[in-house]
């Protein structure tokens, strides 16, 4: 196949994705916020940086991008009214653009950042669609609500949801077993999210990604994409009243609060 994405690793977590095109030699990475791994993932495959997409303008996802630009001037494609500077190509929901074979349709999904953006390709030369959606949405887990609602987020997340249930996600994180734990806490009887868990459990060991997920399983164990199914809200009910929330079924913000605040004190 002409195209591939890889992970490349960097500090403790995080994942700079990398499509290649192993034909031209030419590569597209996805938040460096280290420039050095990066450097050399492209060197060891003899490719040559072509464009850069930034999610939103925490440090470990933009970082790396100042130094990648001094060895290749290429379009950097991130949000606009973005914190982070250094964005030539901005974006905001519904624009598109094109990189080679690939088309990326855009997503605001304010939350954990307030200029989070997310990268939709439907229709890829892969023949599955996939997302980029950085620290929006993780397998089993979605971003701490640095600057954003707990309703804002559940939108942002509503709009993920919506994509077609091949999508491939791919996250800015390797944060699954600690929150396939935490998902075990809310939703214990899930027997997909049980059998997960010991598949994450193999693929770490083995110093594998988890990632990319897949949003149709996500749908199915994913609590904070589930404020709308009964075992997610009866959990979020007792959380609540445990921690001194209001949280009534009937309302989905609230639910999803609760969800997250539980997370967060987990
Ligand atoms: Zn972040």
């Not at 500077?85 to 997503?107: A, I, P, Y």
């Not at 309703?151 to 800015?172: F, H, I, N, V």
């Not at 959990?235 to 445990?242: L, S, T």
Request: aromatic fraction near 10%; include cysteine; charged fraction near 25%.
């Amino acid at each position: 196949m002409t195209y591939r994405i890889d992970a490349i690793p960097a500090f403790n977590d995080n994942y700079v994705w990398c499509i290649s095109d192993r034909e031209q030699d030419k590569a597209l990475v996805v938040d460096p916020g280290d420039a050095a791994p990066v450097s050399a993932f492209l060197e060891s495959r003899g490719l040559t940086l072509d464009m850069i997409l930034l999610t939103h303008h925490h440090p470990d996802h933009s970082h790396g991008i100042k130094t990648l630009l001094r060895e290749a001037k290429v379009p950097v494609h991130g949000p606009t009214n973005s914190p982070y500077k250094g964005v030539t190509h901005e974006l905001r929901e519904g624009d598109s653009f094109k990189w080679r074979d690939w088309q990326f349709n855009v997503l605001e999904v304010p939350g954990h950042t307030l200029d989070h953006i997310a990268f939709i390709a439907e229709n890829t030369p892969l023949d599955v669609p996939v997302a980029f959606c950085g620290d929006a949405l993780f397998a089993c887990g979605c971003g701490r609500l640095f600057e954003g609602t707990p309703a804002q987020m559940r939108q942002s997340l509503a709009k993920l949801r919506d994509l077609p249930e091949r999508t491939e996600l791919y996250c800015g994180h390797e944060y699954t077993l600690a929150n396939v734990a935490f998902s075990l806490a809310v939703t214990p009887d899930n027997k997909e999210l049980q059998s997960y868990e010991s598949e994450c459990k193999r693929l770490r060991e083995n110093d594998r990604p988890t990632l990319p997920t897949v949003l149709g399983r996500e749908l199915r164990i994913n609590p904070f994409l589930r404020w709308d199914s009964e075992d997610v809200e009866q959990a979020a009910e007792a959380y609540g009243q445990k921690a001194a929330l209001d949280v009534s079924r009937e309302n989905p913000d609230q639910v999803f609060a609760a969800i997250r605040h539980w997370k967060d004190n987990f």
